[in-house]
């Protein structure tokens, strides 16, 4: 956590008043997502592509979307991915009245624990099986998931995938099959595939690969200095305090503009 003397946020994902530049790409990622479009945002790390997504998604839901986000590099195996990817799915579509009925069609064929919790009204997920288990031939089944519920339920919804480059360790690429083909199908479903390996995203994306042509990229890139500036000198002044203007400068060559490192120098 910050302190309340510290007008830098580093390290965490940024909230709106303390977001800097970043208008035109949020505006549209927000669009894209509405439009169930499959946006792949790229950029190095540390460039904001979470704190991006996030706001995204808070934008959305204000405007009855329902969100997923869901960081692919938590998960340590494909089973475990698709278990909270089915569950997080299963609990943005709730409340539980709407999707029961739903959710016993769905588990024919997939057979998950499905618990809801009367207390906390929270749906629980698990896929029930133990770590030797092979989830390949249910993963369309648990891909499809969003747009069955969105159909059925009339609603759409937006979902992330953040360090998606890292899908490719769950297996040789049948994962990401398993994804396009899927995704491409749910017109009431956006998705933002964010990768923070650009090299790694770039050979995703090349024409032999099933996300190739999947949807528009978007990069980020730094954010330019007179934005920061601004924020700044804002972030001083609400504190009673000036930066003088060569310390100012010293900060953001410091920072090369990334906006992690603006931050953390800007604290320093
Ligand atoms: N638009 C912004 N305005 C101000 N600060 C920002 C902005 N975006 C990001 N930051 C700062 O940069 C830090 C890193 O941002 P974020 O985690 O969103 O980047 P990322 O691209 O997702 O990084 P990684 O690749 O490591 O996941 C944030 O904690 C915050 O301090
Ligand atoms: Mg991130």
């Excluded at 000036?242 to 953001?252: D, P």
């Amino acid at each position: 956590m910050t302190s309340p003397e510290n007008p830098f946020i580093f390290g965490e994902i940024i909230e709106e008043p303390n977001f800097v530049d970043r208008a035109s790409e949020l505006s549209q990622l927000v669009r894209d997502l509405a439009d169930g479009q499959k946006v792949l945002l790229l950029s190095p790390r540390r460039f904001g592509k979470s704190s991006l997504v996030t706001l995204a998604l808070l934008k959305l839901k204000k405007r009855h979307v329902h969100t997923v986000n869901l960081t692919v590099s938590s998960y340590a195996s494909y089973a475990q991915f698709l278990e909270k990817f089915a569950e997080k799915v299963l609990r943005a579509a709730g409340p539980w009245d709407r999707v029961k009925d739903w959710v016993t069609r769905f588990g024919r064929n997939v057979k998950p624990d499905i618990n809801y919790n009367m207390t906390t009204g929270e749906v629980g997920l698990s896929l029930g099986k133990g770590p030797g288990f092979d989830p390949t031939p249910i993963a369309p089944e648990v891909f499809a998931m969003p747009g069955e519920l969105t159909k059925n339920g009339g609603f759409r919804m937006a979902i992330c995938l953040d360090e998606f480059q890292q899908i490719s360790e769950f297996d040789s690429g049948s994962v990401e099959n398993a994804i396009r083909n899927q995704v491409q199908e749910q017109r009431e479903v956006g998705y933002v595939f964010a990768g923070s390996q650009p090299s790694l995203m770039k050979e995703m994306l090349s024409a032999k690969r099933p996300f190739h042509k999947a949807g528009p990229q978007m990069f980020l890139d730094k954010i330019p200095a007179s934005d920061w500036k601004e924020f700044i000198a804002r972030q001083f002044g609400k504190r009673g305090r000036k930066l003088e203007a060569h310390a100012m400068e010293a900060l953001l060559t410091a920072a090369d503009l990334i906006p992690y490192d603006v931050q953390a120098e800007g604290q320093a």
